[in-house]
T-cell receptor
Framework: GAVVSQHPSRVICKSGTSVKIECRSLDFQATTMFWYRQFPKKSLMLMATSNEGSKATYEQGVEKDKFLINHASLTLSTLTVTSAHPEDSSFYIC??????????FGSGTRLTVV | GENVEQHPSTLSVQEGDSAVIKCTYSDSASNYFPWYKQELGKRPQLIIDIRSNVGEKKDQRIAVTLNKTAKHFSLHITETQPEDSAVYFCAASRSGYGQNFVFGPGTRLSVLP
C-alpha cells in the first residue's frame, strides 16, 4: 500500500528559529500534498494544498510567508515554519494523493517552540 | 465551502456495547465520506469509507450508513473493545482527483472494560 514518510517526528526549537518538516511519498508519485495542523484535542485543520511544480494554495488565515511550502518533486513536499513562536507549537501532519492511491497521511510532526 | 459537523464530541460505552457517531455535511456535491481513527500523537488511519452511490457499507464490526438526501452519515461500531478507544474523525470530499477532505471536529470514544 501507499506509504508517506514524515520527518522529523518531534522537534523542539527556540523562538525565532526556523524548522523544516519533510513529507515524502515512498512508493507512489504524489502530485498533490496537503498540510494540516492539529491542536490538542482538536480536528485536522487544512493549512495549504501543495501541487508539484506550482505555488501552494493557502487557506484563509494561514500566513504564507510564515509557513513556507515547497513541492519540488513528485515525492517530496516540505513545510518550513519560519521565525517560530510558542503559539506555533502544534502537531503538523501531511497527506498525499496520487493516481491510483487515495489519501495517505504522514506520521506527523510534533513541534514545540520554547 | 463544505462544513462537516460531528456528534457526539465524547462517547463512553461499556465493552461489548455498540457505538454510533453521526456526521452531517453541507455541500451536496460531496460524494466521498471516509472515517478515520486517530490514536494519541499518531497519524489518522482510514477505517472505512463510503461513496454516495452506496447507502451502507460494512466491514466486520464497523459499518457506515449514508443518507444523501439528509446529508448525514454515521459510523457504527459493534461489540466494542478497549482497543477501539481513540478519536474518530469523519470527512467529506468531492472525489475528484486531488480534492481536499473537510474533517469533522472528532469524537473521543472511550470503551470501558
Amino acid at each position: 500500500g501507499a506509504v508517506v514518510s514524515q520527518h522529523p517526528s518531534r522537534v523542539i526549537c527556540k523562538s525565532g528559529t526556523s524548522v523544516k518538516i519533510e513529507c515524502r511519498s515512498l512508493d507512489f508519485q504524489a502530485t498533490t500534498m496537503f498540510w494540516y495542523r492539529q491542536f490538542p484535542k482538536k480536528s485536522l485543520m487544512l493549512m495549504a494544498t501543495s501541487n508539484e511544480g506550482s505555488k501552494a494554495t493557502y487557506e484563509q488565515g494561514v500566513e504564507k510567508d510564515k509557513f513556507l511550502i515547497n513541492h519540488a518533486s513528485l515525492t517530496l513536499s516540505t513545510l518550513t515554519v519560519t521565525s517560530a513562536h510558542p503559539e506555533d507549537s502544534s502537531f503538523y501532519i501531511c497527506s498525499a494523493v496520487g493516481q491510483n492511491y487515495g489519501y495517505t497521511f504522514g506520521s506527523g510532526t510534533r513541534l514545540t517552540v520554547v | 465551502g463544505e462544513n462537516v459537523e460531528q456528534h457526539p464530541s465524547t462517547l463512553s460505552v461499556q465493552e461489548g456495547d455498540s457505538a454510533v457517531i453521526k456526521c452531517t455535511y453541507s455541500d451536496s456535491a460531496s460524494n466521498y465520506f471516509p472515517w478515520y481513527k486517530q490514536e494519541l500523537g499518531k497519524r489518522p488511519q482510514l477505517i472505512i469509507d463510503i461513496r454516495s452511490n452506496v447507502g451502507e457499507k460494512k466491514d466486520q464490526r464497523i459499518a457506515v450508513t449514508l443518507n444523501k438526501t439528509a446529508k448525514h452519515f454515521s459510523l457504527h461500531i459493534t461489540e466494542t473493545q478497549p482497543e477501539d478507544s481513540a478519536v474518530y474523525f469523519c470527512a467529506a470530499s468531492r472525489s475528484g482527483y486531488g480534492q481536499n477532505f473537510v474533517f469533522g471536529p472528532g469524537t473521543r470514544l472511550s470503551v470501558l472494560p
